[in-house]
């Protein structure tokens, strides 16, 4: 059973472009009460693409709160009116320069539960394929690179590829394509 918090306040001491710093007063069922602080999002895509012969498409782009380079499958987040399999789409052309032909919604997954509220939703993008030679994020994006999902667990299990949603598409990718064969 759990334990349900009351919110007797809400104040909100940032809102940018991208997300919303709000801290919530909040009483606890015993009375006792609590800040939480809130990180809100408009939540994101993040696309397992797959080519015709089982290669899945990552990106390399520098991420600033990490101050590195992180491997990641393409992902974006949400416009405005937008639908996720939209921004799916959208941001598979844009990052990659790919499309695809089949589109799966894998799962959803909240990053960051303790103290956001921003979902992720994860799609399986099947027989991609190259439609542009420069993608129109290619500023952002270092590199594209097909390889396959035994050397995307390679990575993983060598700590190359740490980005969370990254490591839960690939898993469930394989796990896909496990399921499909038996």
Known sequence: MSKK??????KCFFEGKILRLRVDEVQLEGGKLGKREIVEHPGA????????????????????????????????KLEK???????AKRELLEETGYVANN?????????SPGFSNEKVIIYLATEVVKTLDNPMDSEEI?????????????LIESKKIVDGKTVAGILAARIFYENETT
């Open 5 to 10: 918090e009351t919110t007797i306040n809400s």
């Open 45 to 76: 895509v993040a696309i397992v693409a797959i080519t015709h012969d089982k290669m899945v498409l990552l990106v390399t782009q520098f991420r600033k709160p990490m101050e590195k380079d992180l491997i990641e499958i393409p992902a974006g």
């Open 81 to 87: 009116n937008e639908t996720p399999l939209g921004c």
């Open 103 to 111: 589109w799966r919604e894998l799962f959803a997954i909240y990053t």
């Open 142 to 154: 270092a590199s594209i690179d097909l390889i396959s999902v035994s050397e995307a667990l390679k």
